[in-house]
């Protein structure tokens, strides 16, 4: 006796509904790990950064995000060791101690000729890279964009909307 092809297809989509309903259960709550941890970061002053240069590479690759250690004095620094630090206003410089004099730091991005022109000092130290995640900032930067922020908030309501839909037991009950 044959099965028709009703029964096959239902029996299809339900499958693949029930599959569609794991990953959105999955992405809801791996978003709200990361969510929930960032902000336990921040609140342990431990701050996530997005590599823009290659002038760590290949340590530090372009796009990576670092997290930095904002706890750490200047003074437990040694030389070896990655530092993030502000030039000016806006500029945020992640690289490695190659040198310390009399309470002043020389740093040099691993993938540069030179030294760094200016000293790191109490005044402008930021903190010490702990962490590394090479190339996720690729999605960070996207997030940043109008266009990726619209996609991120589509994308949450989607998964928010889906995850209270009832499950096809819940309606047959």
Request: with cysteine; proline share 4%.
């Amino acid at each position: 006796m044959a099965v028709p092809f009703k029964v096959i297809l239902k029996s299809i989509i339900l499958f693949v509904w029930k599959q569609l309903q794991k990953i959105i259960s999955f992405l809801t709550s791996l978003l709200i790990f990361i969510a929930i941890t960032v902000v336990i970061l921040y609140l342990l002053k431990i701050k996530p950064y997005v590599v823009t240069t290659g002038s760590m590479e290949p340590a530090i690759p372009l796009h990576s995000v670092c997290f930095v250690d904002e706890n750490i004095p200047l003074e437990s620094i040694e030389i070896g060791e990655v530092i993030s630090f502000r030039l000016g206003d806006n500029m945020l410089v992640t690289h490695r101690v190659t040198d310390i004099q009399d309470d002043e730091y020389s740093t040099k991005g691993d993938a540069n000729n030179t030294k760094d022109a200016a000293s790191v000092t109490k005044e402008n130290y930021v903190g010490k890279t702990i962490l590394v995640f090479p190339k996720i900032g690729i999605v960070l930067i996207y997030l940043h964009s109008k266009r990726g922020k619209i996609v991120a908030v589509t994308l949450m309501i989607l998964l928010l909307i889906l995850s209270f839909l009832p499950k096809k037991e819940e309606k047959e009950q």
